[in-house]
Structure formats: C-alpha cells, structure tokens
C-alpha cells in the first residue's frame, strides 16, 4: 500500500506546489492530483461521495461534512486563509452605506455557507451588532452537503448573473467576495479602513480566519497513517518562514494552533444556523488525534 499513488484535490499554493511538482512524497509516495478549479468545486464530491482520498475543503463544509456523520477526517493542516474585512463590498457611489446601516438590507454571496461569508457575518455580529438573521441574504448556489438546507432569511436567485452586476443594478445592497473580488473602482470595501479594521480585530480576538483545511477519507486515514503524516510534514516543510515583523500566521498547523480559530468558526456557525446539530471543538479533533494525525 505504501507505494500505491495518493489521490488528492488541492489548489496552488506556495505550500502545494513542491510536491505538486515533484509528483511524490519526500518518502517516495507517488502523488495524483486532480485538476479542479475553482477548489470549491471539489468540496461537494469530496463531502458528498469521498471521491479523492485527501481533498483541500472549506472549514464550514468539513464542520457540515462532520455534523452529518460523513467519513471524513479533518487533519490540523491550514491551506488557506485571509483576513475579511475588505471581502464585503459595495458602489463606490453609496458612501452612507456602513456596517451597521446593513440591518435590512440584501448582501449577495455565492453561498450561505460560504466560509468567506461566515467569517463576514461573524464580523458583523460582534462589530456592528448585526446577527445573520437582521440582513436579507442572497444566494447563488446552495450547499456542499445535500442535507442541509439554507434559513429562511435567504434567497436564492442562481447563476445567472454574477455579484458584481446585481450590485450595479441595485439587486443588492452590498456583496461577499474572496479571491474573485472585482479589480474595478466602481466597487470599494463597505469597511472604510478594511486593513486597519483587520488589524485591530486581529489585536482583539488573536484569531486567524482560517478559511481552506485538509481533510481526508476516513478509510484512508485509518489505512494509510504513515502516509497522510509524510503528506502534512511535507506541507508543513513548505510553509513560509515566520515573519521579522510579527505579522500573523496565516497557516496555522497542528491541533494547539488550531483550536482557538476553530473554536470561533464553531461557534458562529451555531449562531448563523449551518449546523443541524451541535459540535464540540472536542469532537473534531478527536478523529486525527485517535489516529496520531493532530500534532
């Protein structure tokens, strides 16, 4: 088994293209990659059907995929994360249009349980005091895993037209955005200062918001241990070395590091209805801990 190829679904990355590259593990494990872009076309058949042995997911939809009871396990490796004050965006012509004035209003995201956009509402609960439920949230797509099934306080209007252009229309007031977030000066961030607002929410809560995890096949992680530690220790070999100036980690590795963002990503996806049932920061990490996978 040990020379059997890995089948994986990870995005490009610093941290993935080494061995992406290489084609193999430092200890000789070759390497399968599928090609899925955008990654989070790959979250739905990973979540859904296990169609990779280890696949790059979304943290909501690993928290979803758990709370559901898919055999899946959530290794302590962060592929993927940024701070989200600038994803939250308006017209550049609505200048009245603050954080706290969005009580009521519509705001545009591909997904309700879009990572970008737990993290955004998570923002807004603490620093404008507006929970999920006081905005009016339109979608385009529904969620990774079949079962759940978005609040009421949601719409779903489909693909046709892209966040950018609704917000030109007037369809809604402000939009969600992550790594396509439009180079246009028609739109600016809803947060005056977003840099300064991250910095300073950073100072407050020390929380990196961790967006992209690595999960694998419960099978697999059961079979092929030695395996998925040489995948994260080769993971962890490519992370860049730490900052001169303190700047955050924005890949945290390792249950000690994980806990406090998970814990808070846990925590507003009870508050914003994504889960169906209670999960304790315990019970996820439980999983790679019983398999020697946490460190």
């Not at 990973?46 to 899946?72: C, D, H, N, W």
């Not at 004035?101 to 545009?108: D, K, N, S, T, Y």
Request: charged share 20%; net charge neutral.
């Amino acid at each position: 088994m040990a020379d059997a190829p890995l089948h994986l679904a990870l995005d490009n990355s610093p941290l993935t293209m080494p061995i992406k590259e290489a084609g193999a593990l430092p200890d000789g494990t070759p390497l399968r990659f599928e090609t899925v872009q955008p990654i989070h076309r790959a979250f739905a058949p990973m979540a859904r059907e296990g169609r990779f042995e280890v696949s790059e997911m979304a943290i909501v939809t690993a928290l979803q995929a758990l709370a559901y009871g898919k055999p899946i396990v959530l290794l302590p490796v962060t592929l993927a994360a940024r701070f989200q004050h600038r994803c939250l965006i308006r017209l550049a012509s609505r200048p009245e249009l603050t954080p706290a004035a969005l009580r009521g209003c519509r705001i545009g995201v591909r997904a309700y349980t879009q990572t970008t956009g737990m993290w955004v509402r998570a923002i807004l609960a603490e620093e404008a005091g507006l929970p999920a439920e006081a905005v009016h949230w339109v979608t385009q797509e529904g969620a990774h895993l079949a079962e759940y099934r978005d609040p009421p306080f949601t719409e779903n209007r489909g693909k046709g037209r892209s966040l950018p252009d609704l917000l030109r229309a007037g369809e809604v007031d402000a939009a969600i955005l992550g790594n396509d977030l439009p180079d246009d000066p028609a739109f600016v961030p809803v947060f005056p200062d977003p840099a300064a607002a991250a910095a300073a929410w950073f100072a407050r809560t020390g929380i990196v918001p961790v967006n992209h995890v690595l999960v694998a096949r419960r099978d697999v992680a059961e079979s092929r241990g030695d395996t998925l530690r040489a995948l994260m220790a080769a993971l962890r070999a490519n992370k860049p070395a730490p900052s001169s100036d303190g700047a955050p980690d924005l890949r945290p590795m390792g249950e000690a590091a994980l806990r406090k963002p998970l814990a808070a990503v846990l925590e507003a996806c009870q508050a914003q209805r994504l889960l169906p049932r209670a999960v304790s920061i315990e019970e996820l990490f439980a999983p790679a801990r019983e398999l020697g996978l946490a460190a």
